[in-house]
């Protein structure tokens, strides 16, 4: 058969996330030539320069920062003997198939690199050699030259790779360090080894990383190998301490043919493994290196992936293994080797999630107690944000389950007997029970998180400055809208009266002409029309059948505003009262056209929201109204307009609504300061 290097290079994938792939390869050939050299790992080595522009060629830029163009790997392995050439010249050779050698890693060379160069010293018969050559997608094996040598070079090979393609180029590590820790990491499994690794070095310029120091330092001293077997294919799982600051997740690593492959983010698959650990050594990151002649067996050829399904189903799940076995295994053997340290995540974590549950969203709490240690066992750290978008994800899963569950869930099912009837029914109530509680508690902390800002916006800024009549507005009522633009939620008017949630129509911040409850065309009158948006009303009609109707008035004004005096447009007591008398002018109607009897007898309720200032008591005393008990607001009838009248001090409402709520969030555990 005929080979075409150029057809084979575009039937070689090499994603552009694994651009230092060739360089791994190119590596990964050195150690084996050294293992081939028949001499001790220990004296040998490898070493990897950093190739870039010029300095000159990038100006104010330093080396560090110029573009790679290439990388040179040198070793003191056996060399390019007559049997490597022969294997080299081959493509899909077997020459180290044992090795896992696939016989493609030269061809990684070409999709990143424009060429490779070769130099190499080897010793046959007696005679050393010198083999150089150039390898590219165009010529293949090109400019090949044999010359015998005085011996004066040891044997070895040099490989340059030149021309660094721009697409890999942008995807590779920029600096000396991050390349250094990447390859570190690939070829950590020959460290671990028990036959070791040679000595390899990378440079960079001035720069330079001794690879086998640093593992020495970080890793060497906390590994442990565990040996186990799924569905009769055998695993072993290396696990690590990485101490090095440069890790920073925690990882699997899934290997094939002694190089890693995969890589994997541990996060939220172990329950208890965030952030760094620590023992009695320091702080770490945990990494786990797994390999199997399974995995060899499944890998792709350019060892960029696994031919392993995510999952085993069906008649295959219990002989085939999958991707999800492995990570369990994974999981099971990680939380064994990290015992002590999880079990301190897990407990931060529980904490975390009493403290939010109990102080912070008692919603939760229900959802909370059924769930298992694993799913409490969170990242200790985690946002209070974060953590309610979680807890709120379980109670949505937990509510579907239990929909799902119910379809059909009442019925005796054939040939179940009483006992275990009840008891189905009693655990499917228990769940329904829960649900509930979580939304009254939701319910109930809305409403302390409502009195909590009510409080905050009446009190003075920095410069004695109080907020204006629309903020509070829009806190006890969206503005602007009407029954039919509210949202489950919005509406707090239960800070003034708990009957105002039960109403036929509700208007916030509209024109009267546009209520359906009035016939009224008043658009001119200065209260109604003129005034700012933060002096519009809020009107309320009860829901009841006429006769039994009645209208409620409520204007807000800004905390401590001091200025009222004689007539509507500045005595709120007045703009409720003048509110009233032209609804009533214009017919009341329930919403959908009802007459309510006689609108003059309509009964009227007016409250108006403010601070008690000198000029507010004023105006109450004008009208006659009574002091409350606990001198922070007024009340009283009017004949004249058949309405009763209360100015409540915003001190009022707070103490009001706190002491109508009081023992709801005791029970929830927030205990009002």
Known sequence: ?????????????????????????????????????????????????????????????????????????????????????????????????????????????????????????????????????????????????????????????????????????????????????????????????????????????DSRW???????????????????????????????????????????????????????????????????????????????????????????????????????????????????????????????????????????????????????????????????????SIDPNISDNDLELYLHRHYAEFEQQVIKEGQGKLKPKEGEDENSYRLRIRDYLEKIEDIKKSDLASYVSHRRVVIDLLEEFIRSDDDGKYVREDVVHQLIIPMRKDSTGFAEGEANLWLIDERLAFHDYLASDKTLSSLPITESTSRKEPDICALQIFDTPTLVTNKEAPPFGSLTVIEIKRPMRNDAKAGEEKDPIEQCLGYLKRIRAGNVTTLNGRPLGNASNVPGFCYILCDLTATIEERCHFFDLTKTADGLGYFGHNKHYNTYIEVISFDRLINQAKERNRAFFDKLGLPLT
């Open 210 to 376: 001794h690879l086998n120091k640093v593992y020495r330092d970080h890793i060497a001293s906390f590994t442990k190998r565990d040996n186990i077997d799924i569905k009769g294919q055998g695993f072993s799982v290396i696990h690590v301490k990485l101490r090095d600051q440069s890790f920073k997740k925690h990882r699997m690593a899934l290997c094939a043919d002694g190089r890693l492959v995969e890589s994997e983010d541990l996060k939220g698959r172990v329950p208890g493994l965030f952030g760094r650990l620590e023992d009695e050594e320091g702080t770490y990151i945990y990494g786990c290196y797994v390999s199997s002649p399974f995995l060899d067996l499944h890998v792709r050829a350019e060892r960029t992936g696994f031919t392993v399904s995510e999952k085993s189903e069906g008649i295959i799940a219990d002989t085939i293994v999958s991707r999800a076995d492995i990570r369990s295994m994974v999981a099971d053997l990680a939380g064994s080797f990290l015992g002590s340290e999880l079990a301190e995540n897990k407990s931060r974590a529980q904490e975390k999630v009493d403290r939010f549950v109990n102080e912070v969203n008692p919603r939760y709490k229900p959802i909370a107690a059924r769930m298992s240690e694993d799913e409490r």
């Open 1 to 205: 058969m005929i080979t075409n290097l150029p057809g084979r290079l575009r039937n070689t994938d090499l994603p552009k996330s694994h651009a230092l792939l060739p360089v791994y390869e190119a590596v990964v050939n050195s150690i084996q030539s050294i293992e081939d050299s028949c001499s001790a790992i220990s004296g040998t080595r490898i070493k990897v320069d950093i190739l870039r522009e010029p300095q000159g060629v990038v100006k104010n830029i330093g080396a560090s920062l110029s573009k790679i163009t290439g990388f040179q790997i040198t070793d003191t392995g056996v060399g390019f003997t007559e049997e490597n050439y022969k294997s080299f010249n081959t493509l899909d050779s077997d020459r180290k198939a044992e090795k896992g050698g696939k016989g493609i890693g030269r061809l990684m060379w070409l999709k990143a690199f424009d060429r490779a160069s070769v130099e190499s010293q080897y010793v046959s018969g007696g005679i050393q050699y010198q083999r150089t050559f150039n390898f590219d997608a165009v010529s293949g094996v090109a400019q090949d030259r044999l010359v015998e040598t005085d011996g004066s070079i040891p044997t070895g090979t040099t490989v340059t790779l030149a021309g660094f393609h721009e697409e890999y180029r942008k995807s590779c590590p920029k600096s000396g360090d991050k390349i250094a820790d990447s390859l570190f990491e690939h070829c950590l499994w020959f460290f671990i080894r028990n036959e070791g690794c040679p000595q390899i070095y990378i440079t960079d310029g």
